[in-house]
């Protein structure tokens, strides 16, 4: 078995913009953002919008069926019985299951500059035994500046590209490092509203007096107006002031007057950079019943779409075995997303099978049926009376069921 661990002689190390020096200077703020705020991944995640992104992609992902399939005549066929499946399906090593797998490779990407990694553990024949996901700085990535060219390394020790799972961030950077700015706004706007509700808001006026005051009248003053005016049930009372007291109101600013609309925009503003239609992650303002069903299929197809795609091809590359790369392909079934909507599913499905695209089994697969008898003869139900028995269609079904009315007369004998 191949031994990660076996010691090497040392190699001249080359930074990258992608090693783990540069992305936790990066996303652990080292340099501050222009609010001033040094925003770190576990501060991030705190802001509601971020984590909520971040779960959505993620668990969408590992919430999907993953098949391996073989490549014949440029038709693709499932293959139940390969032996990557219960890796994929099951568990990919004795303390991870696969979803949870899928998950944190895809939250890795999300958040890590140097995208999400895990190493493949494989038998002496070159099969895959296990696969792990390390803690991120102990596997890490240098990219050559000129060719691209990706160099591993655990613990110092140089890893075999082949043996390295690695879905890769757009970009060039994690969204979680791109929108380190944006981040920072919402966080400013997160701790002042914290502050504006335990200071128990700002205070609605001052009162104004002609001559100075000792301590002792200024506190009988505090005193007599807030048991007159401050508390449940005395707001709208007569405020009588005299020796020439005046109370002046604050104005509100325009910045205070649009506080939610600022934290509004904030949610639209975090949305974009993950690339995730704003109702999906609880902007709702601008939602109606027929856009969110839109956004719903957006979702799948420009956000969810690049990643399982990244996803299939890191997966290809580091699991199958050189002579099986070129016959077998790894999919994740898309049409788990939408399941959900059960009307438009049995348009389509009714839609291919009358215009003869796929027959009723191939249908009921769709839907999880089993199938049955008969049910593999391209028939449209439409036009057509398929006999039950044979499994034939009736060349001319309109002589065998004829109008009311029009019968055949009997000719006489």
């Known amino acids: 078995m191949w031994n990660p661990f076996a010691k090497k002689a040392p190699e001249a ?92 490779i895809v939250i890795d990407a999300l958040t890590l500059d140097q995208g999400g990694m895990a190493l493949v553990v494989r038998a002496d024949d070159g099969r895959p035994l296990e696969i792990i996901r390390y803690t991120p700085g102990i596997l890490v990535v240098d990219i050559d500046q000129t060719t691209g060219e990706r160099t591993y390394k655990l613990n110092a020790q140089t890893i075999p590209a082949q043996n390295v799972i690695h879905l890769l961030s757009p970009l060039g950077r994690a969204p979680l490092t791109l929108a380190r700015e944006a981040i920072a ?18 205070p609605s006026g001052a009162l104004m007096m002609p001559a100075k005051l000792g301590e002792d009248a200024v506190k009988r003053i505090i005193s007599a107006w807030r048991a007159t005016h ?18 002046t109101p604050f104005a509100f600013s325009s910045t205070d007057a649009q506080f939610l609309e600022n934290r509004r925009f904030q949610i639209e503003e975090l949305a974009r950079i993950f690339n995730i239609p704003a109702p999906m992650v609880g902007d709702l303002s601008r939602a109606t ?69 796929i027959n009723n089994n191939e249908g009921r697969q769709w839907l999880g049926l089993p199938p049955r008898e008969g049910g593999d003869e391209f028939l449209n139900p439409n036009i057509s009376q398929g006999n039950q028995e044979t499994g034939k269609e009736n060349p001319n079904p309109k002589q065998e069921h004829p109008e009311p009315g029009k019968e055949k007369a009997h000719e006489p004998e």
């Open 289 to 357: 019943w027929s856009n969110s069903e839109q956004k719903g299929r957006e979702f799948l197809s420009y956000t969810l779409e690049p990643w399982l795609r990244g996803l299939e091809g890191a997966l290809r590359r580091a699991l199958f075995l050189p002579e099986e790369r070129g016959s077998h392909v790894i999919r994740f079934d898309r049409d788990d997303l939408t399941r959900a909507d059960l009307a438009t599913r049995a348009t389509v499905i009714n839609s291919l099978i009358a215009s003869r695209t």
């Open 230 to 247: 401050e508390g449940s049930g005395k707001d709208g009372r007569t405020a009588v002031l005299y020796d020439g007291a005046t109370f």
């Open 185 to 202: 706004v919402a966080v400013a706007l997160e701790r002042h509203a914290a502050r504006l509700f335990t200071n128990g808001a700002r």
């Open 13 to 104: 190390e080359t930074k990258s913009l992608t090693s783990a020096a540069s992305w936790w200077e990066l996303i652990t703020g080292a340099a501050p953002t222009a609010a001033g705020i040094t925003v770190t991944a576990s501060e991030a995640m705190r802001v509601p919008v971020v984590a909520n992104a971040v779960q959505l992609i993620s668990e969408a992902v590992a919430s999907l069926d993953v098949f391996v399939k073989r490549i014949e005549g440029g038709t693709e066929t499932d293959d139940e019985a390969h032996q990557l499946l219960p890796l994929l399906r099951d568990e990919v090593n004795g303390w991870t299951s696969s979803f949870e797998f899928f998950r944190q």
